[in-house]
């Protein structure tokens, strides 16, 4: 899963960066919702966060979204959406048709996830990973429209699948990550969400964090 990851404002995140920040939609937020417009370091659920996603047009734009669906009758946001069921699960079915999005980072954050001698989940060290040879991890990813005090904005969620090999021993699943190659192909809302989800990224280099 993913529940955590960071933007730096590196030379290939800055442009996404400081264009979803001039957007008046994010200053909007900021006031109305009270979230922070800055979109970098460690994002946490909740946050506001530069997402690659379609325009009106159909090409390939910058907004600034906020990570997590929310429902009622449910005290958290849904942050991450499993893709083996997103085009069948009513919640996320229609953004999975026509509203797909890319979140660019450059790592996500894992923590190792194991039994205790007793039987007990435990949550152990903290790693970054992020793919081979890359300076950017796309995270392939679902958005809508939600409405709070009179404003409409957009809001997003992680797709996750099962892990390779070498991930697997941190935890049960890992986001989707997308090659660059893929992105238009991912978010056009004409697109085959299907056919993407097979170009994913396997390859990764995973690193202990602080």
């Given at each position: 899963?993913?529940t ?6 590196s ?10 920040r001039?957007m008046?939609?994010a200053?909007?937020m900021?006031r ?19 997402v ?8 390939r734009?910058v907004f600034p ?10 005290h958290r946001p849904l ?7 997103a ?25 190792k ?8 989940p435990?949550?152990g060290?903290?790693?970054?990973i992020?793919p081979?040879?890359?300076?950017v ?8 429209i ?39 192909e991912?978010?056009?809302p004409?697109g085959?969400p299907n056919?993407?989800v097979?170009k ?6 995973i690193?202990?964090?602080?």
């Amino acid at each position: 899963m993913c529940t955590r990851f960071y933007a730096a404002l590196s030379p290939e995140l800055r442009p996404f960066i400081e264009a979803a920040r001039k957007m008046n939609i994010a200053e909007q937020m900021m006031r109305f919702l009270a979230k922070p417009i800055n979109m970098t370091g460690e994002i946490r659920p909740t946050d506001m966060a530069a997402v690659i996603a379609p325009n009106k047009r159909g090409e390939r734009a910058v907004f600034p979204m906020l990570w997590g669906f929310y429902e009622e009758n449910l005290h958290r946001p849904l942050v991450n959406c499993r893709v083996e069921t997103a085009r069948v699960k009513p919640l996320w079915s229609d953004s999975w048709k026509q509203r797909r999005c890319v979140i660019p980072a450059s790592y996500y954050f894992e923590w190792k996830h194991y039994t205790d001698i007793y039987g007990k989940p435990r949550t152990g060290d903290k790693y970054a990973i992020q793919p081979c040879g890359s300076d950017v991890t796309y995270l392939a990813g679902l958005y809508r429209i939600e409405e709070m005090r009179n404003l409409r904005y957009p809001v997003f969620a992680v797709l996750t699948r099962e892990p390779t090999e070498e991930l697997r021993e941190i935890h049960d699943r890992m986001p989707l990550i997308l090659p660059e190659s893929a992105v238009d192909e991912w978010i056009s809302p004409d697109g085959e969400p299907n056919k993407v989800v097979g170009k994913a990224v396997t390859e990764v280099v995973i690193e202990r964090a602080n």
